[in-house]
Nanobody, 124 residues
Framework: DEQLVESGGGEMQSGGSLRLACTAS?????????MSWFRQAPGKERELVST???????YYVDSVRGRSFISKDYAVKTVFLRLNNVKPEDTGVYYC?????????????????WGQGTQVTVSS
């Protein structure tokens, strides 16, 4: 089974930085899939944060654009999300998701492989 495991969440104060990691179980997984990060705040719907297509094309939602960076390291089968200058509104459970597609969708229902999520809590 193809699996994704997130790590790197935790508690932090506003203005800090975080780096989340999403590690795949298969050596070539991140080469063959659009990779993404979603987040879900308490009482809210899960929202797209960032995607990286197979060709490296990146997308960021407006609320994190300019202070976020998505990257991938094939050697460790991992996709990273760095978020700088974190704010309380960045609080939520962050999920890694993937779909085998050349172009990354923006609808969460089109992603078919999900990690278990990692909690990020930002205090003011």
């Amino acid at each position: 089974d193809e699996q994704l495991v997130e790590s790197g969440g935790g508690e932090m104060q506003s203005g800090g930085s975080l780096r989340l990691a999403c590690t795949a179980s298969d050596d070539s997984f991140i080469r063959r899939h659009c990779m993404s990060w979603f987040r879900q705040a308490p009482g809210k719907e899960r929202e797209l944060v960032s995607t990286m297509a197979i060709d490296g094309t990146q997308y960021y939602v407006d609320s994190v654009r300019g202070r976020s960076f998505i990257s991938k390291d094939y050697a460790v089968k991992t996709v990273f999300l760095r978020l700088n200058n974190v704010k309380p509104e960045d609080t939520g459970v962050y999920y890694c998701a993937a779909v085998r597609a050349w172009r990354c969708p923006v609808n969460k229902d089109e992603f078919d492989i999900w990690g278990q999520g990692t909690q990020v809590t930002v205090s003011s």
